[in-house]
């Protein structure tokens, strides 16, 4: 039997605050992001397309995002899409796709805010680079290389 894919990557700005709800399983936070596209038509102009994306975070990430992110902050996300249905208001039922977030990036954004996370060194990606086989020296720094040129 085939299984499927479903990933997301997106880099967009926060439309919005979080919102942050409490349960007792954890904090869940849900907020929009914008991403937006620029293409040229035949005559050279440039054409703008904005689409507007739901997010989800829980627990861990939802304090993240409710410690550190704000309207106009620049994320980088992966996820999956998730659709539900609710009932509104009103009492009919609607449907909403989102994107439950998995990994989150924090790319910059909104200088003037004063909460905004600010590493001070580049975060350490899960799967750091594979260590040498036993027996094969490191490769050597671009340093060394340059004086072991033989012109």
């Given amino acids: 039997m085939s299984r499927g894919v479903n990933k997301v990557i997106l880099v967009g700005n926060l439309g919005k605050d979080p919102e942050v709800q409490n ?7 849900s907020f929009s992001i914008a991403t937006t ?7 050279g102009n440039e054409i703008q397309h904005t689409e507007w994306h739901n997010l989800v975070m829980w627990r861990g990430l939802a304090d993240i995002a ?10 980088y996300v992966e996820g999956k899409l998730r659709s539900r249905s609710f009932d509104a208001k ?12 998995d990994n989150l990036v924090l ?15 580049p975060a350490q990606s899960s799967n750091p680079a594979p260590a040498p086989a036993p027996g094969i020296p490191p490769a050597p720094a ?5 004086e072991d040129l033989p012109f």
């Fill in 23 to 29: 349960f007792e399983t954890g904090k869940k936070a």
């Fill in 142 to 146: 671009a340093e060394e290389k340059e």
């Fill in 107 to 121: 790319l910059g954004g909104r200088k003037e805010g004063g909460n905004e996370y600010q590493p001070s060194a």
């Fill in 66 to 75: 409710e410690n550190y992110l704000r309207k106009g902050s620049q994320v």
């Fill in 90 to 101: 009103d009492g009919t039922k609607r449907f909403i796709t989102e994107i439950q977030v």
């Fill in 37 to 43: 596209e620029i293409q040229r038509d035949r005559e």
